[in-house]
Structures are given as structure tokens and as C-alpha cells.
């Protein structure tokens, strides 16, 4: 993920295998939401969007994370 992003995302980033760019995620993972140092009901609380089901760890999404938490 070479791209910078440059707003603050208040859903995850996602990269499509077979076109190679970024899309919208359904959610943050839990490796992602360690990382930020957030616990899922935090999250759940401050309306972010938990993916149970992705095991991936992107950096884009823990800095958005990381100035998503605080900003509230």
C-alpha cells in the first residue's frame, strides 16, 4: 500500500487483489484495532466499524485509527 491517505477514514481501507487499488472496507480488524491500542467496545462506542472476519493489518487504517481516538 504504497498510497498515502491523506484524510482521516472513518471506515477501513481495503486493497482489491486483481485491480491493485483501494477500496472501502466493511471494517477495521482486530490486529488493527491492537495496534490503535482500542478495545472493540471502544470502538463499538465511538460507531467504527468492527470486521470480525479480516486477519489483515494495514498501517493506513491503525493511523486513522490512531487520530480517529483523538479526535473523540
Do not use: C, T, W, Y
Not at 36 to 52: G, H, N, S, Y
Amino acid at each position: 500500500m504504497e498510497r498515502i491517505v491523506k484524510k482521516v477514514l472513518d471506515r477501513s481501507a481495503v486493497q482489491v487483489k486483481k485491480v491493485g487499488g483501494i477500496r472501502k472496507g466493511r471494517g477495521f480488524s482486530l490486529n488493527e484495532l491492537k495496534d490503535a491500542k482500542i478495545v472493540i467496545q471502544e470502538a463499538r462506542d465511538m460507531d467504527l466499524p468492527v470486521d470480525m472476519r479480516r486477519k489483515s493489518n494495514h498501517p493506513d487504517n491503525v493511523k486513522s485509527l490512531k487520530a480517529l481516538k483523538k479526535k473523540k
